[in-house]
């Protein structure tokens, strides 16, 4: 991982997600299961609930629907295929 930021980081740096952060934080959003976005990114479980704590913490909330609300006030954005 490389920490890059993503170019819709709007919070102070200290809030910023990097890029693998912020893909996750848009997978969450959009009502991805921990096991599904795993699966998704090629990543193991326990690392998606160590980037979903990682987001949680960086925006300030406490659960999945206060990361989506973060999402989306901020505009983020992913491109990817979907199934």
Request: charged share 30%; glycine share 10%; proline share 4%.
């Amino acid at each position: 991982m490389t920490g890059k930021r993503t170019p819709c980081d709007s919070g102070p740096p200290s809030e910023a997600l990097t890029e693998r952060e912020g893909e996750i934080a848009v997978l969450v959003a959009e009502g991805g299961a921990n096991a599904d976005i795993a699966a998704e990114l090629f990543i193991s479980l326990g690392t998606v609930k160590t980037h979903v704590a990682s987001i949680q913490r960086k925006f300030g909330v406490r659960n999945r629907v206060g990361i989506a609300v973060r999402v989306f006030e901020r505009g983020y954005t992913f491109s990817r295929r979907r199934k």
